[in-house]
């Protein structure tokens, strides 16, 4: 039996853009339902950072000091290890926001502490564990989705569907949605390793010779991420335990005595790293955002803010419509508009960061210090720019979506 809801908005995906996307409408009087198709927010793979611009938009939604009583870490100047010398890459202590750091804090507490502002509103309803399958359309118009839930299928009608299903978007590929595919020479090998009290405190990533190790610091554990060629991970695995293990030590020598702690391959996982953008983020009755419209690298650390700031402008931009009856396309149009030249920029960024210094052709086999780092060493004031760049991104937005 299929069941069947109706409401005005419908989202698809539960990660950063989706929840906040949510919240904001629904804080503006507009009956949301966000359908996630797992359990809860415990994964791996989503990153941690959460931007001065993110914690600016907390500020502006009086969130902040509750926000800040979640435990995190802040970190003022991201600072890397580059062929041995250590280099600090970005200063965020003179940005124009409340929060002059970035905070990591696991992506799903950050997910679980928004979600529970979104859930005390009367029109915000978060449905786990309902994947969506298919789009549902009356002509050319999208009029709603198709879920499969732990109770069968159910059928959700809505003005809006909002495609935030990350970057193996259903979404866009049932709308037939065309993508813009940009080459990515690097994929990430994803582990956990023990963390002691006496290890340095948490560094940006250790670049070697054109290759990438970083570190998040979860507490009890080091979340690694290695970045390797894209396809190499068997070439990897045929080499075998011991070489990678050496690897991540000649990187990181204070984890010697526990990189054993990897003597399974069970134990690393491989993230496929894509960057790629829709030419049209929308349809008649659907807009994608975030991941699902431009599919992020980790380089730069900046696409968790970026799918923020999507969902921000979606809420600036629909919120009054959508109150009042559906948005037309030309309504939709206007966040590809708004969104469109930052995803560009950051994602040619994120272009140049593989082609020059991870796995670059310009990086590989020189111990000596690429010329982008050694003019942030030698200048302070250039490691404002990067910090602008990743704590607040290019046309910041605020929260214009009233509340009621
Ligand atoms: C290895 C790696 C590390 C990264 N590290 C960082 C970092 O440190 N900082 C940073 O800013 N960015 C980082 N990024 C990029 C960042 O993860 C994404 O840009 C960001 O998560 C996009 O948010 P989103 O909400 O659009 O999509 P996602 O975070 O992918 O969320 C999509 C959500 O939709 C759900 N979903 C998917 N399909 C369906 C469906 N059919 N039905 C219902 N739900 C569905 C998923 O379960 C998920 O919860 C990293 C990316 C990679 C690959």
């Given amino acids: 039996m299929t069941g069947k809801l109706q409401t005005r908005c419908v989202i698809a995906g539960g990660g950063p853009a989706g929840i906040m996307a949510g919240y904001l409408l629904a804080r503006a009087g507009v009956p949301v339902i966000v359908l996630e198709k797992h359990a809860d927010f415990f994964r791996d793979f989503r990153g941690d950072t959460i931007h001065p611009s993110t914690l600016e938009l907390m500020y502006e939604l009086g969130l902040l000091d509750e926000f800040l009583k979640e435990p995190h870490q802040e970190v003022r100047e991201l600072r890397a290890v580059v062929n041995g010398q250590a280099v600090p890459i970005a200063d965020f202590t003179k940005l124009p926001t409340h929060c002059k750091f970035l905070a990591f804090m696991p992506q799903w507490d950050f997910l679980n502490f928004l979600s529970t502002h979104a859930k005390a509103l009367p029109s915000f309803q978060l449905l786990m564990q309902h994947e969506v399958v298919d789009l549902i359309f009356d002509q050319q118009r999208v009029t709603g989705v198709r879920a499969k839930t732990p109770r069968g299928e159910l059928e959700i009608r809505a003005d809006l569907v909002i495609g935030a299903d990350g970057r193996h978007s259903i979404v866009q590929t049932r709308a037939g949605l065309d993508r813009e595919e940009f080459g990515v020479p690097i994929d990430v090998l994803w582990m956990r390793i023990s963390k002691k009290q006496d290890d340095p405190q948490q560094s940006f990533g250790f670049f070697q010779r054109g290759k990438l190790l970083v570190l998040l610091d979860r507490g009890d554990y080091w979340q690694c991420g290695f970045v390797i060629p894209k396809g190499g991970f068997d070439e990897i695995k045929a080499r075998g335990l011991q070489e990678l293990q050496n690897n991540i030590v000649s990187f990181a020598g204070f984890l010697r005595d526990r990189v054993g702690e990897l003597d399974d391959w069970s134990k690393i ?136």
Avoid: Y
């Fill in 269 to 404: 996982k491989l993230l496929t790293v894509q960057i790629n953008r829709l030419r049209d983020w929308c349809r008649d009755g659907l807009l994608c955002i975030g991941d699902s419209a431009h599919a992020m690298s980790p380089a730069g650390g900046v696409g968790i803010n970026l799918a923020i700031q999507d969902a921000v402008a979606t809420a600036n931009l629909l919120a009054e419509k959508l109150r009042n009856g559906p948005a037309s396309l030309d309504d939709l149009r206007k966040v590809q508009a708004r969104r469109e030249w930052p995803t560009r920029l950051i994602q040619a960024m994120q272009v140049f960061i593989h082609r020059n210094l991870v796995t670059g052709q310009t990086s590989q086999g020189k111990d000596s210090l690429p010329i982008v780092f050694r003019m942030l060493k030698c200048f302070p004031v250039l490691r404002q720019l990067p910090a602008r760049f990743i704590g607040i991104g290019p046309r910041p937005e605020h929260i214009c979506s009233g509340k009621r």
